[in-house]
């Protein structure tokens, strides 16, 4: 086989060439940095508020640096509350919710970009459609099906609906609608069947949209509330959202936990900019698509 | 190309076909049914099998204890609780009723208890589960549907008046006791140097049929009666007239504001005991302003109305859900938790007020100032209507009452109005 | 798809291959499609034929047992001051708010494209933390941050300007809310921007930048035609999401104030939390259609020229 893939441009900064310091560069970062506090600057609050007690969160006017720094909050949710099972939940369900989501989606959005076959139309727009409705109306019709096959109580429930996101589909497909024709041309003359070049060719260079999606998949799975919770209908299938807003609302002799509320907020979001940092590792400039004249 | 257009249209039409003749053989059969079934279950003599229940966040714990200890007295038995937000007690019912798959009991709070009656969820409360004198009649109110009871009331809880007693002392004035001392009081408060505001009422987009219905009845009236909503009575006005007062003449702030009560801006709310724990915790940890003590937190009943001073009741409902299978336990267990001592138990796990109106003579409570409030306020209480419409109605409520604030209309027009929207909603069973 | 005849002289039909082909799809489609045709497509015709009934709460147990009532409920709902007001609200949010948070989006997108690796993944977590925050959380911040003296009008103040009360004022609650939620929603576009300016070859630019192109020039005649089908994909995500605008007003104002952020999505939602089943679903649809129509016209306008 003669086609040229690159499929280790790790290594390749991007652009390809030395970086010097012009003032433009300077202007450039300068202008993103201040964009950036901008842009943190409630997520600072939220993230200082975790060391805050109740009353000084409450208290007016606001102070941003904790007068009366305390480790509280945190320690109840490590220590008072067992994490542990909802953490699982969350996990896996999350991860779960990555592989059949991108191996669903990716194959399907192939097909919509670059295979002909009928009623390829009117898939798409079913498809959309779907993402179309708000999430309320279906709930109700998607709960009773569930229902009726006895999946309610459990995993199975819990993941099946969420595997049929047309937001995945529709991504896979736009990117994969860059690949170029002659590409693959190439590779079906030289004999290569379908499954072939998809494994061989097309994921590869769809590591930047693969890795777009497993970051909003697995973003999506873990910050999901509503779904989870109306499916479970158990404390042990419980998912870290549903159980910090449980362990936080306010009951007959406390009101609201605000300094629980925003360490809560601050673990639950620890692992998804975790798995944000790790696949954006693969937001590389490609090389390998340029393989062919 | 004319044939992927055509089979494309084919395709659409049968799609729709399909549709239409699935929602045409739809259609109501006139065989009217009542909600949760006719016939009123048993109650068990002793209680077996699993029973499952659906706990409003925070009594998850103190059912599994009660349940534990039911469970001593009837070892068949087995009690599993799942706790649910309060704000999703509404879905879960819904999509429970509608697949047919729930739990065994379920709680809701006495504001939400009418709509799931209305879905059907629950089933009537037979004869001999709870003895309905006992109980305070708005708690019994809350949980009465269109053709009886169908909850027993579990604890309960009300609202009454917070004002900052210190700040009052040196403006020469008591708790107030009537409308016009209120006012009173408020304008003090609002006027005095240093002052902002006088009354930290519920904004007109915080849900203020929460303080107006009150107020109705406070002035002699109710919002419904047997046959029909009624709004567009002088009471009703009065209330409106009294509620949006108080952000005409700007002692209440219509929108966010730095003034809190601990800080004298906002001297004086409606709220429950619970505020009491909040400022005493604010106060050990050194957070309170300067000259906010303990000694500056008062709390006294409702201000009278030119009727009586009726305030909002609240609280949790048990019900058993209309497809349980083990519908006669249920009723038991909750029967058993109807009994004096259980209710006294509730009291010391959760600090919720007992729906029994005798196990409120307990030491605690009467030991307690803010409970002894409580208990003072809780036999003049108006219950949140009990209808499935009311929730849309609140908000209606709230958006005139909104307009009747910002100037843009007045009382009389606004309550024909919620009026006029009213009767086209109906009480929605 | 262009298909030249294989080289080995085999004779193959068009036909024949055409029906390969065709297989070969549905084979990679089926996984998707035959869980979608259950969880998706099925509740999706059964609520839109909610929406032609007058399914209410007490009717929940028994849901054929109800009537069809043709168009009516549409007809309620369009006729309904609230959700007219909605309507406009939502409109107005999203003409303003979607090419907002499309151009921001675009702009950071080719900024971080021009760093190097170790700052660009700084500034990547930091602009994509809003999308990931709670709402409910920083709801808390952004109320106190629009309060009349409270962070921004402090700003403004140090320029001279008078800040309104923004969430207590009908004429800027909108404008507040729409500032709020392109916050949250740069960073998703922005990073599926970026994942596509990578599939822009290093080559076909430097070349241009040989040919004598200034990086604007190569901007807007190479990356951005380059990149239509990206642009197509945002558009039309940030355009539905926008257009489904809910947890901010139901949030931060409850609609208010005087119903100036009230919303389709939060009209619907009510409808639903009052038992209205099928007027909620009637205004699910009316709101389906509208983005619908945005959807095919973005289609038209963005079509991927080759």
């Known amino acids: ?293 | 190309m004319s044939g992927t257009t055509a089979r494309r249209a084919a395709i659409a039409a049968s799609v729709a076909a399909v549709a239409l003749t699935s929602i045409a053989a739809c259609g109501r059969s006139d065989a009217g049914e009542s909600p949760g079934g006719d016939a009123t279950g048993t109650v068990a003599d002793t209680a077996t099998g699993e029973i499952e229940i659906w706990a409003a966040a925070g009594n998850g714990d103190a059912l599994r204890t009660l349940g534990e200890e039911f469970t001593t007295e009837n070892p068949d038995v087995s009690i599993t609780v799942t706790e649910i937000p309060w704000g999703e007690i509404i879905t879960m019912n819904q999509t429970a009723v509608a697949s047919g798959t729930g739990p065994d009991i379920v709680m809701t709070g006495a504001d939400q208890t009418a709509s799931v009656i209305a879905m059907g969820g629950l089933a009537p409360v037979p004869d001999g589960v709870m003895d309905v004198d006992a109980l305070y009649p708005a708690a019994i109110a809350s949980v009465t549907g269109e053709t009886g009871l169908y909850s027993v009331p579990w604890y309960v809880e009300t609202r009454f008046l917070f004002y900052r007693a210190d700040i009052a002392a040196e403006l020469g004035l008591d708790a107030p006791t009537t409308w016009a001392e209120l006012e009173e009081l408020s304008t003090a408060y609002a006027t005095r140097p240093g002052g902002e505001f006088g009354f930290g009422l519920p904004r007109p987009i915080e849900n203020p049929a929460q303080v107006i219905v009150p107020f109705t009845s406070q002035a002699g009236g109710a919002v419904a009666d047997e046959d029909g909503w009624t709004f567009d009575t002088p009471e009703f006005v009065e209330a409106l007239e009294f509620y949006q007062g108080f952000f005409e003449r700007g002692e209440s702030p219509l929108s966010e504001t730095e003034a809190t009560f601990e800080n004298g801006g906002s001297p004086m709310f409606i709220s429950g005991p619970w505020m009491v724990g909040i400022y005493e915790e604010m106060i050990a940890s050194g957070a309170a302003p300067e000259g906010f003590t303990q000694e500056s937190v008062g709390f006294v009943p409702m201000p009278a109305g030119s009727a009586n001073n009726n305030s909002y009741i609240g609280g949790g409902n048990l019900g058993v859900f209309a497809s349980s299978d083990n519908q006669e336990s249920s009723w038991l267990f909750l029967s058993w938790l109807q009994e004096d001592a259980q209710q006294k138990k509730l009291f010391d796990l959760t600090g919720s007020f007992p729906a029994r109106q005798e196990s409120a003579d307990y030491q605690p409570i009467l030991d307690s100032p803010v409970m002894t409030v409580l208990k003072e306020q809780m036999p003049d209480t108006v219950e949140t209507p009990s209808y499935p419409s009311w929730s849309q109605i609140a908000e209606q409520i709230g958006i005139y009452a909104e307009r009747v604030a910002h100037g843009e209309l007045s009382s009389q027009d606004a309550a024909k109005a919620i009026q006029a929207e009213a009767d086209s909603v109906g009480f929605g069973w | 798809m262009r298909t030249t005849p294989p080289r080995s002289g085999r004779l193959v039909s068009l036909t024949a291959r055409r029906r390969r082909t065709a297989a070969v799809a549905w084979l990679f489609a089926a996984p998707f499609v035959v869980s979608f045709g259950v969880f998706g497509v099925v509740p999706l015709v059964s609520s839109l034929g909610m929406a032609f009934t007058d399914l209410r709460v007490t009717d929940i147990r028994n849901p054929f047992n109800v009537d069809f009532v043709g168009f009516e409920n549409f007809v309620t709902v369009l006729g309904d001051s609230t959700f007219q007001r909605a309507l406009r609200n939502t409109l107005g949010f999203v003409v303003f708010g979607v090419p907002l948070s499309l151009f921001s989006a675009l702009v950071l997108a080719v900024m971080l494209n021009a760093l190097g690796r170790r700052l660009a993944t700084v500034f990547r977590v930091g602009y994509y933390t809003p999308v990931v925050t709670t709402i409910v959380a920083v709801a808390v911040v952004w109320r106190i941050m629009y309060q009349p003296n409270g962070l921004i009008n402090s700003l403004l103040a140090t320029v001279g300007i008078d800040g309104p009360n923004w969430l207590g004022n009908p004429l800027t609650a909108l404008p507040a809310l729409t500032l709020m939620a392109v916050w949250r929603s740069i960073g998703s576009s922005m990073v599926i921007f970026l994942a596509g300016l990578q599939a822009i070859p290093t080559e076909v630019k430097e070349a241009a930048a040989v040919d004598g192109a200034t990086t604007l020039q190569s901007f807007f005649r190479i990356t951005i035609p380059m990149m239509t089908p990206t642009i197509l994909l945002n558009a039309i995500l940030t355009t539905t999401g926008f257009m489904q605008f809910f947890d901010e007003p139901f949030v931060m104002t409850n609609g208010g104030p005087l119903q100036s952020t009230t919303s389709i999505a939060l009209y619907v939602f009510n409808q639903f939390q009052w038992g209205n089943y099928s007027v909620g679903a009637a205004g699910a649809y009316v709101l389906f259609a509208i983005i619908s129509i945005f959807a095919i016209v973005q289609f038209r306008f963005l079509r991927q020229r080759t």
């Open chain 1, 1 to 293: 086989m003669t086609i040229v893939t690159s499929s280790a441009p790790a290594e390749i900064h991007a652009p390809n060439r030395p970086r010097r310091i012009t003032p433009g560069r300077i202007l450039l970062i300068l202008t993103l940095t201040l964009g950036l506090a901008a842009t943190l600057l409630p997520f600072v609050w939220m993230l200082l508020g975790a060391f805050k007690t109740n009353a000084e969160i409450m208290r007016r006017p606001v102070t941003w640096w904790p007068q009366a720094p305390t480790m509280d909050n945190f320690r109840a949710w490590f220590v008072d509350f067992d994490m542990s099972r909802y953490f699982f939940n969350s996990v896996f369900l999350a991860l779960v919710a990555v592989a059949t989501t991108l191996l669903f989606c990716s194959m399907v959005g192939w097909a919509l970009a670059k295979l002909e076959f009928p009623g390829k139309r009117v898939l798409i727009g079913v498809v959309l459609s779907t993402m179309f409705v708000p999430g309320i109306v279906t709930l109700i019709p998607t709960f009773v099906l569930v229902a009726n096959f006895n999946m309610v109580g459990t995993y199975w429930g819990m993941i099946l609906p969420g595997m049929v996101g047309a937001f995945g589909v529709f991504l896979m497909r736009q990117f994969m609608l860059e690949i170029p024709d002659s590409l693959l041309d190439a590779a079906r003359i030289d004999g290569a069947g379908e499954f072939r070049i998809f494994g061989g060719i097309v994921m590869p260079l769809c590591r930047a949209p693969l890795a777009t999606l497993a970051i909003f998949t697995f973003m999506g799975s873990w910050n999901g509330f509503l779904w989870p919770l109306i499916v479970a209908q158990r404390e042990s299938l419980y998912t870290l959202p549903v159980a910090l807003a449980l362990y936080t609302s306010p009951t007959g002799d406390k009101g609201a936990e605000f300094g629980l509320q925003m360490a809560g907020s601050v673990l639950i979001i620890v692992p998804v900019l975790l798995v944000f940092i790790a696949m954006q590792k693969h937001f590389v400039q490609g090389i390998a698509m340029t393989g062919i004249k």
